[in-house]
């Protein structure tokens, strides 16, 4: 049997969204940076829609807390490689996470609306742990 290990924070409060990316807390800044000690992130996403089109989410990873790097994916087409930035959309009111491995000492999530802002809030809790 294995010890598993994981932390959990609250990193929004069920806020209203606003139309430009706002980022949440850095983790783990607050706990001498051991987010090094994990290898895996899960979002726990509580969105309600309201009467907007859309909410757009992005993660982002740094090891100096200063420099961040956008998650990306790859698209081949044709035999080409296209990496292009990973941005999560949601465009219903539900519980959603997001489970990605990682290896940084710092990592953010930003969240923005598009459509009309009205009735809408997000809040996110941050799991990290090791699998």
Aim: proline share 2%; with cysteine; glycine share 4%.
């Amino acid at each position: 049997m294995t010890n598993l290990a994981y932390t959990a924070r609250e990193i929004r409060t069920a806020t209203i969204l606003t139309a430009s990316y706002v980022s949440t807390d850095v983790m783990w800044w607050w706990d001498n940076n051991k987010s090094q000690d994990y290898n895996q992130s899960v979002l726990f996403i509580d969105f309600t829609i309201g009467s907007l089109t859309s909410m757009e989410l992005k993660i982002e990873y740094s090891n100096d807390g200063v420099i961040y790097f956008q998650d990306t994916f790859i698209d081949i087409s044709g035999g080409t490689a296209i990496p292009s930035l990973w941005e999560y959309s949601f465009n219903a009111s539900w519980r959603y996470n997001i489970a990605s491995p990682f290896k940084a000492k710092f990592i953010k999530a930003s969240v923005k609306w598009t459509g009309t802002v009205t009735w809408s809030s997000c809040s996110i809790t941050w799991i990290l742990g090791i699998a």
